[in-house]
């Protein structure tokens, strides 16, 4: 069984870098035939997909998010991670890991989530 | 604005169905076979109900049924039980942002 656990701060001020990282066990991010998601949800509000990673380093991002973010691998230590640059309150929301399956996007696995607060 | 477009609300009485549409384009919804259900209870994450239009993964129940006409999809949830309270939201590949999510539907069991 495939699970998936978001790590970092929940506090993160304006301006500043959001950092999270998502750990997953049960299954090797290595063996292929998977995306690695982040997906956010601002408070009461619906999902937004904010971008993927292969094993292999290769990224897609939303378009609205793409100058401000960064998703990383770690394979070394089955981890996926997510940077979000120049913060403000409306990246408040909380954000999800999942995995996507390697042809259409279906996030079949999720993480429970964590809320982020963008507040000084 | 989400690129789908759901109603915000549904609601209907145990036993009965109820079907919750999706709406997009031909650059999405109605351009590929690629359109996903999730279901999430409050304070949880979403769960994944439907994927390809049509499809359950193993272990989601048969009275969740999807389909597709056009630019919009469709879930329908048979035979209504008190636990299918949630918000429902659909998902389409899109060939210009490649994932796109509907604003999602609060379902109601009365």
């Excluded at chain 1, 401000?68 to 770690?74: E, F």
């Excluded at chain 1, 940077?83 to 429970?112: E, F, I, M």
């Excluded at chain 2, 999730?38 to 994450?45: D, E, I, L």
Aim: glycine share 12%; net charge positive.
């Amino acid at each position: 069984q495939v699970q998936l656990q978001e790590s970092g701060p929940g506090l993160v001020k304006p301006s500043q870098t959001l950092s999270l990282t998502c750990t997953v066990s049960g299954g090797s991010i290595s063996s292929g035939g998977y995306y690695w998601s982040w997906i956010r949800q601002h408070p009461g509000k619906g999902l937004e997909w904010i971008g993927y990673i292969y094993y292999s380093g290769s990224t897609y991002y939303n378009p609205s998010l793409k100058s401000r973010v960064t998703i990383s691998v770690d394979t070394s230590k089955n981890q996926f991670s997510l940077k979000l640059s120049s913060v403000t309150a409306a990246d408040t929301a909380v954000y999800y890991c999942a995995r996507v399956s390697g042809g259409p996007p279906n996030a079949d696995y999720w993480g429970q989530g964590t809320l982020v607060t963008v507040s000084s | 604005q989400s690129a789908l477009t759901q109603p915000a609300s549904v609601s209907g009485s145990p036993g009965q169905s109820i079907t919750i549409s999706c709406t997009g384009t031909s650059s999405d919804v109605g351009g590929y076979n690629y359109v996903s259900w999730y279901q999430q209870h409050p304070g949880k994450a979403p769960k994944l109900m439907i994927y390809e239009v049509s499809n359950r993964p193993s272990g989601v129940s048969n009275r969740f049924s999807g389909s597709k006409s056009g630019n919009t999809a469709s879930l329908t949830i048979s035979g209504l039980q008190a636990e299918d309270e949630a918000d429902y939201y659909c998902s389409s590949y899109t060939s210009s942002v490649s994932w796109v999510f509907g604003g999602g539907t609060k379902l109601t069991v009365l």
